[in-house]
């Protein structure tokens, strides 16, 4: 029985949970909205904001407390492995919910279904998201080739 198991196990053993989320969070913080499973969407919405809580604590700290922010950073590192999008979770997304007490995600059930297993499909995505900025196209000059 899982009497208190609070862990969706979706199959998997734990090391390979731990890098499915590892992965799955890098890509959220990273395009602030991803399309997968419902089940994965929702395991990932608690493994998520525990991230961006864990990041929220520097912007409460003073400069003194370098030691505390370095180790902020380094259990976030933990889990995400790339230091761009660590970087960006720091400085862009967790100052934009220094007013909001959780639920930074969202998750949205996609009424379609997966072709390969018909699983049902979820978008989580950031909320308060900024929408990409659309790249603006430069004309070529008539002399120019590309």
Do not use: C
């Amino acid at each position: 029985m899982r009497h208190k198991n609070s862990v969706k196990q979706l199959g998997r053993t734990r090391e390979h949970r731990r890098a499915l989320f590892s992965n799955l969070a890098t890509a959220l913080f990273e395009h602030e909205r991803i399309i997968t499973t419902k089940q994965k969407a929702k395991e990932l919405k608690r493994f998520s904001e525990r991230l961006i809580t864990r990041a929220k604590r520097n912007l409460f700290l003073s400069e003194n407390d370098v030691a505390k922010k370095l180790h902020n950073k380094r259990q976030v590192m933990r889990y995400i492995h790339n230091r761009d999008v660590v970087k960006k979770l720091f400085d862009d997304i967790a100052p934009r919910y220094k007013e909001r007490n959780g639920g930074y995600t969202r998750v949205y059930l996609l009424s379609k279904r997966r072709e390969g297993d018909a699983a049902e499909m979820a978008l989580i995505e950031l909320v308060d998201r900024q929408p990409p900025v659309p790249k603006k196209k430069e004309k070529q000059s008539k002399g120019e080739k590309g």
